[in-house]
């Protein structure tokens, strides 16, 4: 089916999906409503999106749909069946998705760290620059400013008066 998705978005009662897209064919705009089952407030929203993104029923609707946008809108659900306000949920996610500069990645345990620097490689492929960016410049030499006196480190200067 030749279609293109236009907006994704999540009913609450009864928990759904919601696709609108164009029908190329015919070039008008339609609208899928996909229920979404046995999803509770303990249920993994990754999981769930992926496995509503395979199902054979809805595949070629949501070819155009990124599994991050449908993990985000389980996790609107999610906080709503926890009784969580939009603005919080918002919130929630919001932190989820950012990455904290002061933040020990030594710290955490192995899944948090593959969710962190998948976070990373997102932000790292949207700020590229590529060849064909109309802004690309092949090599650019930038000389910075120095106000002040450069600081010698004391073990550079320890291991050159020891030679």
């Known amino acids: 089916m030749m279609c293109t998705a236009k907006k ?14 164009e029908n190329e064919m015919k070039g008008k705009s ?3 409503i996909m229920p979404v089952r046995n999803f509770s407030k303990y249920s993994d929203c990754s999981r ?3 496995q509503l993104k395979n199902n054979p029923r809805h595949k070629g609707y949501l070819e155009q749909v990124s599994l991050k946008q449908l993990e985000k809108l389980f996790s609107f659900l999610r906080g ?11 919130e929630q996610i919001q932190q989820e998705t ?30 590229q620059k590529k060849k064909d960016d109309p802004n690309f410049v092949y090599d650019i030499e930038v000389e910075f400013p120095q106000d002040e006196q450069l600081q010698s480190c004391g073990w550079d200067t320890e291991s050159a008066d020891e030679s």
């Open 8 to 21: 994704c978005g999540i009913r609450f009662q009864p928990p759904a999906v919601i696709l609108i897209y």
């Open 30 to 32: 339609r609208q899928r």
């Open 48 to 50: 769930a999106a992926e």
């Open 80 to 90: 709503y069946l926890w009784g969580q306000s939009l603005a919080e949920t918002m």
């Open 98 to 127: 950012t990455i904290d500069p002061e933040e020990d990645l030594n710290k955490l345990d192995d899944k948090e760290l593959a969710k962190r620097k998948s976070i990373m490689d997102e932000l790292f492929e949207k700020n």
